[in-house]
Structures are given as structure tokens and as C-alpha cells.
């Protein structure tokens, strides 16, 4: 995995933000929020369900950031 420095994160989706009328929020947190981004470093494992939603946007810097993704079935 490489992932330099300013690279763009992975941002996942809250899996009822489609489907719920969302109530109103005064103040937005990582309980409330709608889309969580969860930084890219070396190493880190990110596991979540295969169906939740997430995408990385486009990159902003000259470098390559490669992931390696795999599903496994319990």
C-alpha cells in the first residue's frame, strides 16, 4: 500500500441517508454526519460491510496511492 502525504481519503456514506428523512442537526459530529473520511496511511486496515457506500475523490497531488481491497465471506 503506498499512500503519501495530502492523498485523498475514503469516504463512506451513511448506509440510511438515502432511504430516511434525516432529522435536523444543530451540530454535525461523526455520530450524526453523513459521510465519514477516514485518511489514508500506510498500513492502516480499514473493514467495513461490502455494501456499505464509499469512494475516494479524485487526487489532487502528482503520486500514486495504490489500495489493495479484497472481500471474505464468513
Known amino acids: 500500500m503506498k499512500a503519501p502525504a495530502g492523498c485523498a481519503p475514503t469516504l ?4 440510511v441517508s438515502d432511504v430516511m428523512l434525516d432529522p ?12 465519514q473520511a477516514i ?3 500506510e498500513g492502516r486496515m480499514v473493514i ?10 479524485p487526487s489532487t497531488i502528482d503520486e500514486d496511492r495504490v489500495t489493495i481491497s479484497f472481500n471474505v465471506t464468513m
Do not use: C, K, M
Not at 12 to 15: L, N
Not at 24 to 35: A, C, D, G, H, R
Not at 48 to 57: A, C, E, G, Y
Open 48 to 57: 467495513f460491510r461490502s455494501w456499505l457506500r464509499h469512494r475516494v475523490l
Open 39 to 41: 485518511d489514508a496511511v
Open 12 to 15: 463512506f456514506h451513511s448506509e
Open 24 to 35: 435536523p442537526i444543530v451540530e454535525t459530529t461523526p455520530l450524526n454526519s453523513q459521510v
